[in-house]
């Protein structure tokens, strides 16, 4: 069984940063393929960023390329998400989640692929 809190969500103004962690329990973290995903009100949960085991993939939506960072460290049990030059339409709860060899299965974008999640933490971005 793997647990998974995330933190580091908040209120920010257009064009500043966050950084979210999402710290994992159990066993086998560094197994574990570790994927971000988001879900604002009213629309359905969306992919943001993959990041494979041994940290060498990444992958990201093409809404947050250039602006987002996925890392990790397995000594920690966790993972980031560095958020820079938000926009309001990042505003969204966010999700993160672990899986085994997903970041190879269509580029981590599946969340059904996903077989542990974290309760989210909400990011608001204010224009």
């Known amino acids: 069984q793997v647990q998974l809190v995330e933190s580091g969500g908040g209120l920010v103004q257009a064009g500043g940063s966050l950084r979210l962690s999402c710290a994992a329990s159990?066993?086998?973290?560094?197994?574990?393929?570790m994927g971000w995903f988001r879900q604002a009100p009213g629309k359905e949960r969306e992919f943001v960023a993959v990041i494979d085991w041994s940290g060498g993939s990444t992958y990201y939506a093409d809404s947050v390329k250039g602006r987002f960072t996925i890392s990790r460290d397995n000594a920690k049990n966790t993972v980031y998400l560095q958020m820079n030059s938000l926009k309001p339409e990042d505003t969204a709860v966010y999700y993160c989640a672990s899986g085994l060899n997903v970041a190879l299965i269509g580029g981590g974008k599946n969340s059904n692929a996903y077989r542990y999640w974290g309760q989210g933490t909400q990011v608001t971005v204010s224009s």
């Open positions: 159990g066993r086998s973290f560094s197994s574990y393929d």
